[in-house]
């Protein structure tokens, strides 16, 4: 069955950097886009990142442009979030999504405060 597996959350000072992972199986990774997503208690969640299965182009929120880079390495069925210059409002609680259907990881804290 599909399972995706975050990991690399935590505490953070505001402009600090973190880097999130998040590992899949059961299903070929590389044929699929893959997503991130952030949750705050009492907010929808909202996506921050998108990555194409191919050739990799990519797609930010305009909150974290310049600031976070999504990548993915197809080898080790794993999609990257690099976080960088964080700030308060970055704090959430991060999913990684798949593509075509429901399917997320069970989400890792991010939590940024001096």
């Known amino acids: 069955q599909v399972q995706l597996v975050e990991s690399g959350g935590g505490w953070v000072q505001p402009g600090g950097s973190l880097r999130l992972s998040c590992v899949a199986s059961g299903f070929t990774f590389s044929n699929y886009g893959m997503n991130w997503y952030r949750q705050t208690p009492g907010k929808e969640r909202e996506l921050v990142a998108y990555?194409?299965?191919?050739?990799?182009?990519?797609n930010y929120a305009d909150s974290v442009k310049g600031r976070f880079t999504i990548s993915r390495d197809n080898a080790k069925n794993t999609v990257y979030l690099q976080m960088s210059s964080l700030k308060p409002e970055d704090t959430a609680m991060y999913y990684c999504?798949?593509?075509?259907?429901?399917?997320w990881g069970q989400g890792t804290q991010v939590t940024v405060s001096s």
């Open positions: 999504k798949r593509n075509a259907g429901a399917y």
């Open positions: 990555i194409s299965s191919s050739v990799g182009s990519t």
